[in-house]
């Protein structure tokens, strides 16, 4: 007959492996529950424009479907956009600013058929229109607008790189 005991079987690693993995859904979940997307740590972005404004010497030129330089700017800015997002730039976009985007600096503003979504950590929401500042106010942080219905809203994400951007624009002679 086996005495019995009273001392308490303890498994240590196996305690440190439930605590790891419940910090790790902890975590993850509240980084998905903010941004509203469960796969926020991605890092690509596959839809292109459906059209592109493009401002530049006070002047505005659309571009859609067919028309040249449309696919390669499209290409760029959906390029820009699959690179990432580096951080939440807390930015927002003032009417005056946003005038002077369209009047004085070269001014990308891409518009989308349906709503998107950027992944990121933080929320960006589902925008359908784009703002890319490529000379002037805030154009050396790499921010990009983002908004709906003529609207941009505040915390404009700052992206890795707007040079995709940049060098389609170089070639169709938009920036010097």
Do not use: C
């Not at 820009?80 to 003032?94: D, N, P, T, Y």
């Not at 995709?164 to 920036?175: K, V």
């Amino acid at each position: 007959m086996k005495p019995t005991t009273d001392k308490l079987n303890t498994n240590i690693f196996g305690m440190l492996i439930v605590l790891a993995g419940l910090g790790f859904v902890v975590i993850y979940g509240t980084i998905a529950f903010a941004a509203r997307d469960a796969f926020w740590f991605r890092m690509d972005f596959d839809t292109k424009p459906a059209r592109v404004t493009v401002y530049h010497d006070g002047k505005r030129a659309e571009l859609g479907y067919g028309d040249p330089g449309f696919a390669d700017l499209a290409e760029a800015v959906r390029a820009s956009l699959a690179a990432g997002v580096a951080r939440q730039s807390g930015i927002g976009l003032s009417q005056g600013s946003l005038e002077d985007a369209y009047n004085l600096y070269v001014t990308v503003e891409a518009f989308f058929d349906q709503p998107v979504k950027l992944h990121t950590w933080f929320n960006t929401g589902r925008p359908r229109q784009m703002l890319f500042p490529i000379t002037g106010r805030h154009s050396d942080l790499a921010v990009v607008f983002v908004g709906e219905q003529g609207q941009y809203w505040s915390g404009a994400p700052a992206l890795k790189t707007t040079q995709p951007i940049q060098d389609a624009l170089r070639a169709q002679g938009y920036l010097k």
